[in-house]
């Protein structure tokens, strides 16, 4: 399939992202996405020189200060630094020729790191007083989507947004269920903001809010540009390999989809259990 990519991701946490693209230029697999578990580098220049199709995610290119990016946070300081590191991004995008920019839609409340635990790559919060921070943090999410669709037109980038899911942080995360997408839709194109329909994220989504995963992509349709694939157990957010005959097969075959990218999303994995995955496509 010449729209399944591999995400960098599948290596261990904190190493260059040369790691990732050795091994997969060593297998022949030239689409490739650059993902957000890799240190800081002060040029990512090189990654040009790889006869690869490209696409980024999220925190990509790695900044020399860690944060994590929340453009719906209330503090304007930590919003202004995801969007500049966002528009930092799309520049990168330009730079390789990459097809696509992905990221978050950002959280109710800022998280204070990333789980450390290879079981669940949820983020960790203390603050779990979130009611009354809802419809603040969807606004300012908004406000921020406007900023970075105005900026990807005037790069003549593609930008994505990334579905949200989680069982045990549902109430700290935004954009998981079919209502608040009809609220964004009330804003955005599909020519403005494409969707990447995270498989992961909607099986525990429409779990923790009893919504029917059918149901919810008939109503994305128009907006899905992208697939970010991996298996769960519909408790915890584990980036695994997909398995066969899994309910995932029927989203991934729909021919509504066939043009999508199809990403492989998959954490602390080996090589060869990403070529299985591929053989069953």
């Given at each position: 399939m010449n729209n399944l990519y591999v995400s960098t991701t599948f290596i261990r946490d904190k190493q260059k992202i040369k790691v990732a693209l050795d091994i997969l230029k060593s297998e022949g697999i030239k689409n490739v996405e650059l993902g957000s578990n890799h240190i800081y580098e002060r040029n990512f220049d090189y990654i040009k020189n790889y006869d690869f199709n490209f696409l980024v995610h999220n925190y990509f290119p790695t900044p020399k200060n860690d944060f994590i990016i929340n453009i719906a946070s209330s503090n304007k300081k930590i919003r202004d630094?995801?969007?500049?590191?966002?528009k930092k991004s799309i520049i990168f995008l330009k730079k390789v020729k990459a097809k696509i920019y992905t990221f978050h839609p950002g959280f109710i409340s800022d998280p204070l790191?990333?789980?450390?635990?290879?079981?669940?790559y949820d983020f960790v919060w203390r603050n779990k007083k979130f009611k009354k921070k809802y419809d603040l943090a969807f606004n300012y999410m908004i406000l921020s989507l406007e900023k970075i669709v105005n900026f990807?037109?005037?790069n003549r980038a593609r930008v994505a947004i990334e579905t949200e899911g989680s069982l045990k942080k549902k109430n700290l995360l935004?954009?998981?269920t079919p209502e608040e997408y009809q609220k964004l839709f009330n804003y955005f194109t599909?020519?403005?903001l494409g969707i990447n329909l995270n498989i992961g994220h909607l099986n525990l989504a429409s779990k923790a809010f009893k919504f029917s995963k059918l149901e919810f992509i008939k109503s994305l349709k128009p907006y899905i540009i992208a697939l970010?694939?991996?298996?769960?157990?519909g408790i915890d957010d584990q980036h695994l390999p997909l398995r066969k005959n899994k309910w995932y097969w029927d989203i991934i075959n729909d021919l509504d989809l066939s043009k999508t990218y199809k990403i492989l999303e998959f954490r602390n994995t080996n090589i060869e259990k990403i070529k299985k995955v591929i053989k069953l496509f």
């Open positions: 630094r995801s969007l500049n590191q966002i790191e990333v789980n450390k635990s290879k079981k669940n990807a037109k005037k935004l954009l998981q599909p020519n403005d970010e694939l991996s298996h769960n157990n």
